[in-house]
Nanobody
Framework: QVQLVESGGGLVQAGDSLRLSCAAS????????MGWFRQTPGKEREFVAAIRRSGSGGTTTYEDSVKGRFTVSRDNAKNTVYLQMNSLKPEDTAVYYCAAGSQAASAVTLDRMYYYWGQGTQVTVSS
């Protein structure tokens, strides 16, 4: 049984940092594309960042608004994916989800291409 468990969310002030973790069981993160998405009430889920599986080079992709502030990484020994979020802004407030998929490397930004999802962790950034 595959499980993705996010943690690390919380309430912070603008300019602060948070590191989200996504601990996986039932799958090996290095063999999957691992994505981070976020969603706010009344809005569609939005792509944030992804790290491709090792077979696709392990490269990363970011949504434009988080480039230079967020970093996605993977610890194969811990079977965990991280999202380091720096210089947080109020508009980063959302529930953040991690996801795993085996889609083509070019499709990592598409939420419909991911097979497995975590339960989400709330990030709230106050101004």
């Amino acid at each position: 049984q595959v499980q993705l468990v996010e943690s690390g969310g919380g309430l912070v002030q603008a300019g602060d940092s948070l590191r989200l973790s996504c601990a996986a069981s039932g799958l090996t993160v290095r063999t999957y594309n691992m994505g981070w998405f976020r969603q706010t009430p009344g809005k569609e889920r939005e792509f944030v960042a992804a790290i491709r599986r090792s077979g696709s080079g392990g490269t990363t992709t970011y949504e434009d608004s988080v480039k230079g502030r967020f970093t996605v990484s993977r610890d194969n020994a811990k079977n965990t994916v991280y999202l380091q979020m720096n210089s947080l802004k109020p508009e980063d407030t959302a529930v953040y989800y991690c996801a795993a998929g085996s889609q083509a490397a070019s499709a990592v930004t598409l939420d419909r291409m991911y097979y497995y999802w975590g339960q989400g962790t709330q990030v709230t950034v106050s101004s």
